[in-house]
């Protein structure tokens, strides 16, 4: 077990390692597809691509790190600063209060090596076909008979339909409600987990110390969702050092195995707002914590979103 924790794992000969992710392969019952490394903001993961069904996975070693994050980030770019100031005539002093009421606390966690689902999957919205929708409400096809013809690419109903335009075919997506308790059963049932505050933490800032895993300023070169837009794709989607797909889009919020908090997001409550990048951003940190009330029976499936993870036990 302990050549599946990060220190050990990274000293191993290629071979072993190689074995090793052949092995969960057979275990986990997952198809290995290929082997791959993937590097970014100074840290590397050679890792294997799992499929289980239509999802992929990969392994992540586990680790002792530091995680949360304190205080206030030295050395901000002038914009940043100019962005905070909006809020306050001491812009240290605004976000230092910020980052005080709405980041988890500086502490050491020994994350357990896992399989990590590599992309968010939605909540609340399934895949259907047009036999369904006929039975489903009567109402919608016409709706759907509308779209097909229009000029539009993509039409949701609000908690009842989504209809999809890929090539010459339409994808058909149907809002079925679900409360946080009936998402764990069901992941439960397939063996999957969600990652708790401390996993997910790891999983997108790898034990950072500073405010995004790349450093304490948004960097404005980047291709942000909301912000710019150069070509396909955006900056903070591509694969991180674990290759995850996460903390990429401030209007996502990812469920976690936490009753208080999501992560990854504020629901674009910032972006919104009209804050700027940094603000529009920060609750992208790896440490931010948006507050939620589970105490709503359902979850939203506009907003929230889940990957699923499998600790790997001896």
């Known amino acids: 077990m302990e050549k599946l924790y990060n220190e050990a794992y990274s000293l191993l000969p290629m071979k072993e390692k190689k074995e090793i992710l052949e092995s969960l392969a057979k275990k ?42 304190e205080g206030l980030p030295k050395n901000l770019s002038d914009e940043s600063l100019d962005q905070l100031k909006y809020f306050s005539k001491n812009p240290n002093e605004f976000l230092e209060e910020y980052i005080r009421d709405n980041f988890s606390k500086v502490r050491k966690a020994t994350i ?53 335009k890929v090539g010459n075919d339409i994808e058909i997506e149907l809002y079925d409600d679900i409360s946080y308790e009936e998402l764990c059963e069901n992941l439960k049932d397939e063996r999957f987990s969600l990652a708790n505050l401390d996993e997910w933490e790891y999983l997108c800032g790898g034990g950072c110390r500073t405010l995004f895993p790349w450093g304490d300023d948004i960097d404005y070169n980047m291709n942000l969702f909301y912000y710019t837009k150069k070509g396909n794709k955006y900056d903070l989607e591509e694969p991180n050092f674990f290759g995850l797909s996460i903390a990429y889009d401030p209007y996502k919020m990812e469920i976690i195995d936490n009753k208080s908090f999501t992560k990854g997001g504020d629901g674009g409550c910032n972006v919104c707002g009209g804050f700027g990048e940094f603000l529009g951003y920060l609750s992208c940190s790896p440490y931010f914590n948006q507050v939620i009330d589970y105490e709503e029976e359902y979850l939203n499936g506009d907003f929230n979103f889940y990957r699923r993870i499998i600790r790997i036990e001896e």
């Open 112 to 164: 357990k090596p896992m399989l990590v689902e590599r992309d968010l999957q939605t909540v609340a919205w399934r895949k259907s076909n047009l036999e369904e929708l006929k039975d489903f409400d009567s109402d919608l096809l016409k709706d759907y008979n509308e779209f097909k013809s229009s000029n539009y690419n993509r039409l949701t109903l609000d908690e009842t339909a989504r209809f999809t």
């Open 28 to 69: 986990y019952n997952m198809e290995l597809l290929r082997f791959e490394t993937f590097s970014k903001y100074s840290k590397s993961t050679f890792t294997a691509i799992f499929k289980y069904k239509e999802s992929e996975f990969v392994f992540v070693p586990g680790d002792t790190v530091t995680l949360g994050y």
